[in-house]
């Protein structure tokens, strides 16, 4: 349905299944994230910190779509709540947390991103 909307309009629409590490965020409007696909051992706020640094290739007004099992909003000050559903069960056993972020800064060039990642390592080492 959402697809056949988008063509009608003609809108392009592209799904990556690749490392959103190696994505060209610059291009992007709508960006989905869903950290429950991942193994549950790992830790989502260091995998939405990699997240957050690339995301901000992305241009004012871009929405992001996340979707996590931990109850706390992870990204920074440059993107704004515009939407949030705590507790979305999505089978007997389990309940998601959905939130869409609207970007509010300008895009950051990949040197800023690289000075921003610097940043976040040598914090998480303190």
């Not at 992870?74 to 309940?95: C, K, N, P, Q």
């Not at 509010?104 to 998480?124: N, W």
Request: hydrophobic share 45%.
């Amino acid at each position: 349905m959402i697809l056949n909307e988008c063509k009608r309009r003609g809108m392009s629409v592209s799904v990556a299944c690749s490392s959103f590490l190696n994505h060209n965020w610059e291009a992007a409007d709508v960006c989905l994230f869903d950290t429950t696909s991942w193994i549950a051992h790992l830790d989502e706020g260091l995998l939405l910190l990699k997240f957050e640094v690339v995301a901000q290739a992305m241009q004012a007004g871009s929405i992001i779509l996340l979707v996590t099992h931990w109850n706390r909003q992870f990204l920074g000050s440059d993107f704004a709540l515009v939407y949030e559903d705590l507790h979305r069960r999505i089978d007997a056993s389990e309940t998601v947390h959905i939130r869409a972020f609207r970007k509010k800064s300008a895009s950051k060039s990949k040197e800023e991103r690289v000075d921003l990642e610097k940043g976040i390592e040598a914090a998480k080492k303190l």
